[in-house]
């Protein structure tokens, strides 16, 4: 997105304004959300049952299996999870089952909306309900929005927020069509408790920028093309993959942990994943997904909210073939 000359001369004047007050104390430590910058994160989906309401005792399931499986933790209600598909009150219940069933995973919770009311109540609950960071897609109905009117949503959403909670950035413009750019990153660089962002875009030499830009922030990577890269810099990552594929995932930041080679994971990985898309059961659709999830934990199934479809009986079966196929593989 081009800056505007209004947006330019919007951001000069806060600089201006800074300037202005004369010397600055010493700037307090940045707050990440996590210790280590390396974390696997499942961009976790919500469980709902055939009557498509959230199911927390399924949902508690689910954050146990991510646990067993080597997660060191869990974005609630991202896009995997269909934020856009649960009002505000539902959201507040799914954090809450998050909070008292995280069992040491790091918790970070999706509370953004269109609106800033709305993700400020969000984004607090989050904080008093075990999240250590909120995920905070910019506000999206309005599009092209200018610079400066994006800077000052989340300045009001900064100023609303205790320094104890880490926010980041959602940069999914494939689904937003409102990008992060690093010009709104340098302009909120000032406050401690910005702690990086989640890009879910397939654009290699942009995520590469961004990673260059702000190495003392935590630029997740959101797929997994960018997986190898990601911890080659010291980043972490937020997968939706990583609902069928917990363990795979899990054995790459384990062999980066142990000082490995991370390439032969990462592949065993990509194979099983490319295993699963070529037999037909188009698990990167939410109703499938949710299907595969649910047959690895030997549950009952999972059910999407329209207008995302529930999974067919053709892709059942290609999902089942592909789960014993990966067992055999080991």
């Not at 959300?33 to 309401?53: H, R, Y």
């Not at 880490?166 to 494939?174: E, G, Q």
């Not at 290609?318 to 196929?325: D, E, M, S, V």
């Amino acid at each position: 997105m081009e800056t505007t000359r209004r947006d330019a001369l919007a951001l000069m004047g806060g600089v201006a304004a800074l300037a202005a007050a004369g010397p600055a104390a010493a700037a307090p430590a940045r707050n990440l959300g996590s210790k280590a910058k390396t974390l696997f994160w499942v961009a976790s989906v919500t469980p709902c049952d055939k009557n498509l309401k959230f199911d927390p005792g399924a949902f508690k399931d689910v954050l146990a299996w991510f646990k067993h499986n080597g997660a060191d933790g869990v974005v609630v209600l991202g896009s995997t999870g269909e934020y856009p598909s649960f009002n505000t009150e539902e959201r507040m219940q799914i954090m809450e089952v998050a909070g008292k069933n995280k069992d040491g995973m790091n918790i970070i919770c999706s509370t953004g909306t269109s609106d800033l009311p709305d993700t400020i109540a969000l984004s607090k609950h989050a904080a008093d309900h075990g999240a250590e960071g909120v995920l905070v897609i910019p506000p999206f109905y309005y599009k092209q929005p200018p610079l400066a009117g994006l800077l000052r949503y989340y300045s009001m959403l900064f100023d609303a927020l205790p320094q104890s909670l880490a926010v980041n950035l959602y940069h999914f413009p494939s689904m937003s069509a409102v990008p992060v750019t690093t010009a709104l990153l340098n302009a909120l660089k000032h406050y401690p408790n910005l702690a990086g962002i989640k890009d879910s875009e397939d654009n290699m030499p942009e995520y590469v920028d961004f990673v260059k830009d702000f190495p003392e922030l935590n630029m997740r990577t959101g797929t997994d093309l960018k997986l190898e890269y990601a911890l080659q810099k010291g980043m972490g990552a937020i997968l939706a993959e990583g609902n069928i594929f917990t363990r795979q995932i899990a054995d790459v930041f384990a062999a980066y942990r142990a000082g490995k080679d991370i390439h032969a994971p990462y592949q065993k990985f990509e194979a099983q994943m490319n295993l699963m898309r070529k037999l037909g059961g188009e698990i990167d659709s939410y109703g499938p997904m949710k299907y595969a999830l649910a047959q690895e934990m030997g549950a009952p199934q999972f059910y999407p909210r329209p207008p995302n479809l529930d999974v067919t009986e053709a892709q059942k079966a290609a999902i089942r073939k592909g789960l014993a196929q990966i067992k055999d593989m080991g």
